[in-house]
């Protein structure tokens, strides 16, 4: 890791930051990069949690990320997990050093994606937390108390912004879940089809893709996006 | 009432108004004890809250006295009167008499003297910048209130406040909330259906996604209740 700017954190950076992610009012304006502009990190993913926004990556400035945060989804276990239940801050400064303890599967999977660090913070307004914000290195990493403050202050406008967009979706007379790079629609529809196959609950079906999708080491939207293009049946 | 009494009556009526901040509770309840425990502690023989209510106009809340000509004392009559203008400048407005009412507000004045009230306390309920109403205090003596009761009263009215606000932030994030919720879980069983109704009758999940339309429009029910049956297969389409 570099040497950390005088005062401990990129004043300056933080600055931009919070212009861009102020600036990204659009429904499809990015606001993951700006999280690399204040943090000297190798990636930055953004995601919602649970109720109410429902469980999916909104944003993530690599395919690294984007993994990052997909194998928390599909285990259901993590720290942005944890941070998103606790509303607060979850820092794994080595991950390589620490044995045992919380989420031993998606240690040894970060592990091997190579991640040496991962810090989650919630995605909050207020007393409302809807997900989790995760930034991480290739290195072990520790965050300077200034840098968890300038975090902590991105990560309430980028939950502003992703509420307001919330908001605006439940408005709209819209009645399907919208595509885009992240979007779980299939994973929904899969467990739809794979209940019809099996004559099972769509919740249980939606534990069918898990399984599936552990089993042969892919994302549970691999697996539904077989299911969908009916490259997948698991009535057979 | 005692000195020691009186203390004891103030701190019971702060910590009653603490608790509200932690506890359930229900705010009219809250604000009509307030203005009942003005009365027993305060120099005043009748008390009444005006709030502005969401489409900014004043409303009396609660009062001591339920007569309707009391009532209209306090309220916005051609936007007139002490309760009304500790709300519009936020500060104290304190009338010793009758006369200095009348040169003020000659209406309210008039009301008053009816009314058999002698002089006034206003006190803006207010947090920070905020004004969102006033807790009044009419007197039935001339005269200036009484220091120590004017700044219990100025105490007892900012708990309020603070109460009043975290009630409607409360409400207004629950409200929030719930609408998210609901637009989502609708979207997620609307996709499930789409994938059942594809697989059970091989079609592709878009003419899946017409059939609810078309079913819930000819049966005047919202898509998301469709969709929930058809996944509970509780409706064959």
Known sequence: MGILPKGGADQDGFARAVAALTAAVGGSDDLCGPFLAAVPVSGAVISTLGNPLGTQTVCA????????????????????W?????????SIPDLASEVGGEWPNI?????????????????AVGPLTVGSVDIYSMVASTLHPLEVANVTSLSAI????VLRRAQEDAESSDEQMPGGPYSRREVHQASGMVAAQLNITVDDALVVLRGHAFAEGTSVRDVAEEVVGRRLDFGV | MTKLTREQSLVGTFVAMADSLVDDYDIVDLLQRLVEDCILLFDASVAGILLLSGSGELEVIVSTNERSEFVGLMQVRAGEGPCVEAVTTG?????????AMA??????????????????HAIPMRLRSSTIGSLNLFRDQVGEIDGDDAAAAQALADVATISILQHRL?????????????????RVV????????????????????????????STRTRLGDIAKQVVARELEL
Do not use: M, Y
């Open chain 2, 103 to 120: 040169d003020r507000w000659p209406r309210f004045a008039a009301d008053a003297r009816r009314g058999g009230f002698a002089s006034i």
């Open chain 1, 107 to 123: 240690r040894t999977e970060l592990r091997e994606l190579g991640i040496g660090s991962i810090h989650a913070f919630p995605l």
């Open chain 1, 158 to 161: 980028a939950a502003r912004q």
């Open chain 2, 190 to 217: 609307i996709e499930q259906a789409k994938g059942f109704l594809a697989q059970r009758k091989d079609i592709a999940t878009d003419a899946a996604f017409d059939l609810i339309r078309t079913h819930a429009r």
């Open chain 2, 170 to 186: 409360a409400e207004e994030s629950a409200l929030t909330q719930l609408q998210l919720q609901r637009a989502l879980q609708s």
């Open chain 2, 91 to 99: 500060r104290v407005v304190s009338v010793e008499d009758l006369a």
């Open chain 1, 61 to 80: 400035t690599s395919e690294l990320a984007a993994r990052v945060d997909e194998i928390q989804i599909d285990f259901g276990e993590g720290p942005c």
């Open chain 1, 82 to 90: 944890d941070a998103r239940r606790t509303g607060r801050l979850v």
